[in-house]
């Protein structure tokens, strides 16, 4: 997402299962999906002005399907990622299918790139959830490295199948 907003930049407040997320949505497509607390939120100035989350009814509804179990992969227009290397990353976390993970190893073999530079991307993943950063885990299996926590990053992960629902897992 671009440091200054746009006149048709714009966000809402929508209530999920994991806290109430911030949608920011440009001319172009989805921008921004961020948790409370989030490590790497861009000033909220950039969000544009507050609208209603119906102006957001498609990524809304996908999003409480998804929690509800309905829903394994998103069908939204996303803003197109700011670097090359940016889009790459969100390609190869498109590809991680529903209730799977993989390694950031993995992932850096697969981009040819090191693992750090996966986790650097992947921390600033700005659609969090739609691309789907929280399929990324350490090569013991530990959860690590989630903007919206850890804790967050579990209970998506259970959600999906790709974790048995037991106490912290990190």
Same mark, same amino acid.
């Given at each position: 997402m671009s440091s200054t &907003?746009? &006149?048709s930049t714009r966000h809402a407040l929508i209530d999920t299962d994991i806290g109430t997320l911030t949608i920011v949505h440009d001319d172009v497509g989805l921008s921004g999906i961020y948790f409370p607390g989030h490590w790497t939120k861009p000033d909220p100035v950039i969000f544009g002005l507050r609208t209603d =989350?119906?102006?957001? =009814?498609?990524i809304t509804e996908q999003l409480h399907e998804y929690f509800a179990g309905q829903r394994q992969v998103f069908d939204v227009e996303l803003a197109p990622a700011p670097s090359q290397r940016a889009e790459r990353m969100r390609s190869a976390l498109c590809a991680l299918p529903y209730g799977t993970t993989a390694s950031y190893g993995e992932l850096a073999r697969s981009m040819g790139i090191t693992a750090r530079e996966v986790g650097t991307l992947n921390a600033h993943n700005p659609v969090s959830i739609v691309v789907p950063c929280h399929r990324?885990? *350490? =090569?013991? *299996?530990? /959860?690590?490295?989630?903007?919206?926590? /850890?804790e967050r990053k579990q209970r998506l992960l259970v959600l999906e199948g790709a974790l048995p629902d037991t106490p912290t897992l990190w």
């Open positions: &907003s746009t &006149s =989350a119906h102006e957001f =009814a498609q990324v885990i *350490g =090569a013991d *299996g530990k /959860l690590v490295g989630y903007a919206g926590g /850890l």
